[in-house]
């Protein structure tokens, strides 16, 4: 290999790893004013957002912006979506925090430890995953499983911000359902007499501040807006001397590298199923994102490189001191209607949250922590779909009783164990649809050689000693024996005149080992009724497969790709000459 060609191989490997390589030589600056005005605009809410996430995850606020500015920085140079931003999110800074909680045992010197160590481990599936590019897993985690949990999220955030909101000082650890929706609830139900009037009224102000600003000033940076206000008040009034928690002192300065001390095995190995199912939440938060504003904007994304984007952006949260990040639909949608038009928008981002870090940290000491439930509060309810679960209801009933089910997991078991909830079902769905794929008899068309679905196409019309069968599927082990039962249990409605089967395989083009095997027996069967079987539209690696099991020879040959009418027609000749 050349010099040249070596280089080439070099540049093209390093382009794939660093996105930002292909993008930014070609940038159109006269995109760059968007993009510096988005980047302005998201940055206004990552700061209040960064700080609401980092309380929800029980951790000191500046983590939150030391989250938000990382993964910035990283996404810049590992992301494939224009529009996505990368940071804290609500769903996963309650999961951190309800997973890496029960592991510390109350124990806060090692909890911030703990969510570091979580932290680079999610980066660490992350980039595992990419390497064997299982990008494509994603796609089975099911829409309405999504709708569902995304719902029932909100929900147990929600839950967890009552006790700020209301300004009651305990949690619901000790509330009769535990430490979950329904347990919280419960909790500040019988605690109502504790609340803190003026905690509660700030609070609630905020809550109509922000819910305002979105109906009417959708573009404008309410968050930070209402942050502002909250301060201002704080400062004017003696609210906190009549019980108004604030936020207290923020540490100036960028984040430093940080190494945490490495557990033990045991609680390793606990950590684990946590930093598996921040993972799974993390990537399918930003993959969804990505897929929708790729599609929006009708340009191509890298499920894989995405993988990398996300371990890149938890890695760097991890060893700089944050805590897990995933893209944000609602920060990238903000983006978008800023007019953001590349990836741009993040160092833009970052520049802004390195001047608030080295400079503008002691703004947010009168922040009330009421403001920062209020702001978790508003944020999440996006997550709640009442359209999609509504269309769900009314289109398949199947698909709305899974997501309710996805949504009661949540809210009864918390959110680690509902991610999971959520997965298992997903996985149940797809093994239900693949093990009972669509099928059909064919018909023929009136005077044409095509073969169409009688169900879809009823003026088609059946051969009188032919029965044509098609699957919509793959034909493999776990459909096998469904299929051949279906097949059977249809011809035994015309079993007394058929002669010969054609298995249509156009929509099977892949049939593995298992499969075969049940055809073989099919055959078998058949021939002892004196019934033959063929087969049409075969992938020539189907047709191989075939002749090394000897089943090709069985059935009298098999052509690749065939048509029914052509199997039917060498059929009928091969009788005629026998």
Do not use: C
């Amino acid at each position: 290999m050349s010099q040249k060609h070596l280089k080439e191989r070099i540049n093209q490997r390093f382009s794939s790893l660093f996105p930002v390589l292909e993008w930014l030589p070609r940038y159109d600056t006269s995109w760059l004013r968007l993009d510096v005005v988005a980047g302005i605009t998201v940055a206004a809410a990552v700061i209040p957002e960064g700080l609401a996430y980092a309380s929800l995850a029980n951790l000191p606020p500046e983590t939150g912006l030391y989250a938000g500015l990382l993964a910035a920085i990283a996404y810049l140079f590992l992301g494939t979506s224009r529009q996505v931003m990368v940071g804290p999110t609500s769903a996963l800074a309650i999961l951190l925090a309800s997973g890496v909680g029960a592991v510390a045992g109350g124990n806060s010197a090692s909890y911030a430890s703990l969510v570091i160590v979580t932290t680079i481990l999610v980066g660490v599936f992350a980039v595992i995953a990419w390497a064997f590019r299982l990008g494509f897993l994603v796609h089975f985690i099911s829409g309405s499983v999504l709708t569902g949990f995304s719902a029932g999220a909100a929900l147990y955030i929600m839950s967890t911000q009552l006790n700020k909101l209301f300004g009651i000082e305990s949690s619901a650890s000790g509330a009769f359902f535990g430490e979950t929706f329904f347990g919280r609830i419960w909790y500040t139900g019988i605690h109502l007499t504790e609340t803190n009037p003026e905690t509660l009224a700030v609070g609630v102000a905020g809550i109509v501040l922000l819910i305002l600003g979105e109906r009417y000033l959708p573009r404008a940076p309410n968050a930070l807006l209402v942050v502002v206000l909250s301060i201002v008040l704080m400062s004017v009034t003696n609210l906190q001397a009549r019980g108004v928690e604030i936020v207290g002192s923020i540490p100036s300065g960028l984040p430093s590298l940080t190494v945490p001390a490495i557990p033990s095995i045991s609680t390793l190995g606990s950590l684990v199923p946590v930093a598996a199912a921040l993972f799974l939440l993390s990537y399918v938060e930003g993959i969804s994102a990505v897929e929708t504003f790729a599609r929006r904007h009708d340009y191509q994304t890298d499920a894989n490189q995405e993988l990398l984007a996300d371990g890149g952006a938890n890695l760097a949260a991890g060893f700089g001191g944050g805590f897990v990040v995933g893209g944000s639909m609602s920060r990238s949608a903000l983006n978008d209607a800023a007019g953001g038009k590349t990836q741009l928008t993040n160092a833009v981002v970052a520049v802004v949250l390195v001047v608030v870090l080295l400079f503008l940290t002691d703004m947010f000491t009168n922040l009330p922590e009421t403001i920062l439930a209020a702001i978790v509060i508003v944020a999440v309810t996006g997550l709640i779909d009442t359209s999609e679960i509504h269309q769900l209801y009314r289109v398949s009933k199947s698909e709305f009783a899974i997501a309710m089910a996805a949504l009661i997991g949540v809210l009864t078991v918390g959110m680690l164990w509902g991610v999971f909830v959520g997965v298992v079902l997903s996985l149940l769905v797809a093994i239900s649809r693949v093990s009972r794929p669509v099928t059909h008899e064919l018909g023929q068309i009136a005077e044409t050689d095509h073969f169409v679905a009688l169900d879809v196409y009823p003026a088609a019309t059946t051969i009188t000693d032919v029965f044509v069968y098609r699957v919509e599927a793959e034909l493999f082990y776990a459909n096998a024996d469904t299929v051949r039962t279906d097949l059977l249990e249809r011809l035994a409605e015309r079993e007394s005149d058929v002669e010969l089967v054609v298995f249509d395989l156009t929509s099977s083009s892949t049939v593995d080992f298992g499969a075969a095997q049940m055809l073989e027996k099919l055959e078998e069967k058949l021939d002892s009724r004196g019934i033959d079987l063929r087969f049409a539209g075969a992938e020539s690696e189907v047709v191989q497969l075939f002749e090394t099991t000897g089943l090709a020879t069985n059935v009298g040959g098999v052509i690749p790709e065939e048509s029914v009418g052509d199997v039917i027609d060498r059929w009928r000749a091969e009788r005629s000459s026998s």
